[in-house]
């Protein structure tokens, strides 16, 4: 067997396990993914949206367009704050081709990999509360010693 087809097995059989500890219900569907590429760095070629597919059951579209949200809050920003132009050379991003290499990469100091999470989570219906200003006034006052005491009266 060449190397090519060997490699092309090794992430076919390592999608199907993923989605047979999906269907039984274990919790530790990613943890094992991301121990087996360390093991096995040929499993990085195994395309995000499949493994999205595969744990989640998204459709190909809403698993693709997890990979396209995790991108767009994961793009450098300009000195101005502002989001660089895309320039002419370069490739435009194409969520149908992000790769376990690069949601695991580990220049991003695992910034692509929580992004990606969330937004499947978000896709999936989880909400997060929203920040609540006031919360340091229900549990008594938080603030470190000396911090300026600049309240505005309730009225």
């Not at 949206?49 to 459709?59: K, L, N, S």
């Not at 219906?125 to 549990?139: C, E, K, N, T, V």
Request: a positive charge.
């Amino acid at each position: 067997m060449n190397p090519i087809t060997a490699a092309a097995q090794a992430r076919a059989e390592c999608l199907a396990e993923l989605r047979r500890k999906a269907d039984r219900g274990d919790t530790d569907c990613l943890p094992w993914l991301i121990a087996r590429t360390e093991q096995d760095p040929r499993l990085l070629a195994i395309h995000v949206w499949m493994v999205d597919q595969a744990v989640f059951g998204a459709t190909r579209f809403v698993a693709r367009r997890h990979v396209t949200q995790a991108h767009e809050w994961c793009r450098p920003l300009s000195p101005g704050g502002r989001k660089p132009r895309t320039a002419r050379r370069q490739h435009p991003f194409r969520p149908a081709t992000a790769t376990l290499g690069w949601l695991l990469d580990g220049r991003t100091g695992g910034a692509r990999l929580t992004a990606w999470l969330l937004a499947v989570g978000l896709g999936l219906g989880f909400r997060l509360d929203p920040p609540d200003p006031y919360s340091h006034g229900q549990a008594g006052d938080d603030r470190a010693d000396g911090t300026p005491r600049a309240d505005i009266p309730a009225q």
